[in-house]
C-alpha cells in the first residue's frame, strides 16, 4: 500500500527566503506526482505535474523534482512571498484511479 | 480556465439525515472522483466514476455511500444516513484520462464541507 509522508509538518520562514519541500513515497512504481496548494478551509488548487519519465517541472517561482527510484520528489519555491503562505500537498497516483496524499506542509513566509 | 463546480459550499446536517452533495466536472474530462478531508488529517479518496460506473473505492466507500451522473454535466454524493463521523470538507475531482497513464492530473473543485450535527 503507498504512504507518503512530507516533511516538515510546518515551515515559518522571512520573505525573500528560498525553501525546499520535501515529500517521500514508499512504492516508487507511479504514474505521476502532483503538488497542491491548500488555502485554510478551501480547495486544492495544482500547482505542478510531474510524469512518472519526468525528473522536473517548472513554473514561474516554482520548481518540482522527481526522484521515482528513491521515493522522492521536492519543491523549491524561490524568492518566497507572504502571498505564498498555505498548505503544500503532495499526491502520487500509482495503480488504478486514485491518489495518495501526503500530510502537507503547513508554510506561513513572514513579511 | 476550466473548473470543477461544488454545491453547496457548506453544508449543516442533522445525524441521520440524507444528503446530496453535488459536483460539475470539467466538460471534456472522462472520470470524477469524490475524496474528503477530516479536520487535521489527510486528504484520502473515496471513489472514482467512469462511463456511468464506480470504477475503484476505498474501503471508506461503504452501502452509505453512492454516487450518480443524473444527466451530461452533473456528478453526485449521497450519504443516506448521516453520523458525526461523516463531518469532513468533502471533494469532487475530474481528470481527461485515467487509469494506468500519468499524462494528465486531477482538477480539484473548491469543496463542501459536511458539519453532521
Known amino acids: 500500500k503507498q504512504e507518503v509522508t512530507q516533511i516538515p509538518a510546518a515551515l515559518s520562514v522571512p520573505e525573500g527566503e528560498n525553501l525546499v519541500l520535501n515529500c517521500s513515497f514508499t512504492d516508487s512504481a507511479i504514474y505521476n506526482l502532483q503538488w497542491f496548494r491548500q488555502d485554510p478551509g478551501k480547495g486544492l488548487t495544482s500547482l505542478l505535474l510531474?510524469?512518472?519519465?519526468?525528473r522536473e517541472q517548472t513554473s514561474g517561482r516554482l520548481n518540482a523534482s522527481l526522484d521515482k527510484s528513491s521515493g522522492r520528489s521536492t519543491l523549491y519555491i524561490a524568492a518566497s512571498q507572504p502571498g505564498d503562505s498555505a498548505t503544500y500537498l503532495c499526491?502520487?497516483?500509482?495503480?488504478?484511479?486514485?491518489?495518495?496524499f501526503g500530510g502537507g506542509t503547513r508554510l506561513m513566509v513572514k513579511p | 480556465e476550466p473548473e470543477v463546480t461544488q454545491t453547496p459550499s457548506h453544508q449543516v446536517t442533522q445525524m441521520g439525515q440524507e444528503v446530496i452533495l453535488r459536483c460539475v466536472p470539467i466538460s471534456n474530462h472522462l472520470y470524477f472522483y469524490w475524496y474528503r478531508q477530516i479536520l487535521g488529517q489527510k486528504v484520502e479518496f473515496l471513489v472514482s466514476f467512469y462511463n456511468n460506473e464506480i470504477s475503484e473505492k476505498s474501503e471508506i466507500f461503504d452501502d452509505q455511500f453512492s454516487v450518480e451522473r443524473p444527466d451530461g454535466s452533473n456528478f453526485t454524493l449521497k450519504i443516506r444516513s448521516t453520523k458525526l463521523e461523516d463531518s469532513a470538507m468533502y471533494f469532487c475531482?475530474?481528470?481527461?484520462?485515467?487509469?494506468?497513464?500519468?499524462?494528465?492530473?486531477?482538477?480539484f473543485g473548491s469543496g463542501t464541507r459536511l458539519t453532521v450535527v
Open positions: 499526491a502520487v497516483k500509482s495503480g488504478g484511479n486514485m491518489l495518495t
Open positions: 510531474i510524469q512518472s519519465s519526468q
Open positions: 475531482a475530474s481528470s481527461v484520462l485515467g487509469g494506468q497513464e500519468g499524462l494528465y492530473g486531477y482538477t
